[in-house]
């Protein structure tokens, strides 16, 4: 008899795929009409990785072009006028290469501290509008002192980790794994997401506050793989790293994807409760 509720009790949590355990805990009972239901696996994707990549690619591309940009000495006039530098110039990009710009601002929501807004342009649906930074633990990594009072650990549909806590110990161990996986020149993340200034200006996919019943979700999570045929040059713009040097897989990335054409003005709202059938 206790076996069985034991086993309907653990059945039932294990379905709760996602994404921040605190919050779930305690609030699971107030938000029951936002929870997101898929039916498997597969089906939590809302765009094929191959979109996600090409979407990076385009800003990524665009980033290092800006780069080369400011650091070459034979540039006109002109052009240096072109080539702002800091926020100004990494939002310019995003602007001109995917049509849109976020920031992070004061939520809308009460007591919500902060969120991220669309501030310029038009999201199509569909669109990579984000990304989740932060160390990625695999599901037997130990991650206990990370995550003490931590409502940044973000759990995958895989039970994959990832610490997007820009302060604190987390951002130590962000530092140390990014400075360690470096291949000679090549930087292979991006540490920029720490500040508030990311060089990636997607890298603040974390502080997207969850939905309610009043405001609805108008972006989601995805799991994402880095291809290995990623360029190299590109990967330092990545704002994830394994915690562990030895994890064989390709490196894990969570996006947010728009799920309806988002203006200027508003906020991003995602759904931080997903179940799985
Ligand atoms: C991943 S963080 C999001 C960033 C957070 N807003 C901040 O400024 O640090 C998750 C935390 O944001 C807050 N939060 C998220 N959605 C909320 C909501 N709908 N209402 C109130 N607080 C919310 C909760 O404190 C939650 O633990």
Request: with cysteine; proline share 5%; charged share 20%.
């Amino acid at each position: 008899m206790f076996k069985s509720v034991l086993s309907r009790v653990q059945s039932k949590w294990k379905s709760y795929r996602h994404r921040f355990v605190p919050w779930i805990v305690l609030n699971l009972s107030k938000n029951e009409k936002t929870l997101r239901k898929v039916s498997g696996r597969s089906h939590d994707k809302l765009v094929p990785d191959d979109e996600v990549t090409n979407n990076l690619l385009r800003l990524f591309w665009f980033l290092h072009g800006r780069k080369s940009c400011q650091t070459s000495s034979v540039l006109s006039s002109n052009d240096h006028e072109e080539c702002r530098t800091g926020e100004a110039c990494v939002h310019d990009a995003m602007l001109r290469s995917l049509g849109f710009c976020i920031h992070r601002m004061p939520s809308t929501l009460p007591f919500a501290g902060t969120g991220v807004f669309v501030t310029r342009g038009v999201v199509p649906k569909g669109a990579t509008i984000a990304m989740y930074p932060g160390t990625i633990y695999q599901a037997y990594e130990p991650i206990l002192l990370q995550s003490i009072c931590n409502p940044f650990v973000f759990r995958c549909i895989d039970g994959v980790l990832v610490d997007g806590n820009d302060k604190g110990i987390s951002k130590m161990v962000f530092r140390s794994c990014s400075a360690r996986d470096r291949l000679g020149p090549f930087l292979t993340s991006d540490t920029s997401w720490l500040t508030a200034n990311p060089l990636n200006p997607l890298a603040v996919g974390q502080y997207v506050n969850n939905c309610s019943n009043e405001k609805s979700a108008n972006v989601c999570y995805q799991e994402y793989e880095v291809p290995s045929h990623f360029p190299l040059e590109l990967r330092q713009y990545l704002p994830n790293v394994n915690y562990s040097q030895e994890t064989q897989k390709p490196l894990r990335c969570v996006v947010l994807v728009s799920l309806r054409e988002i203006e200027a003005g508003e906020e991003l709202f995602s759904n931080y409760f997903t179940i799985v059938h």
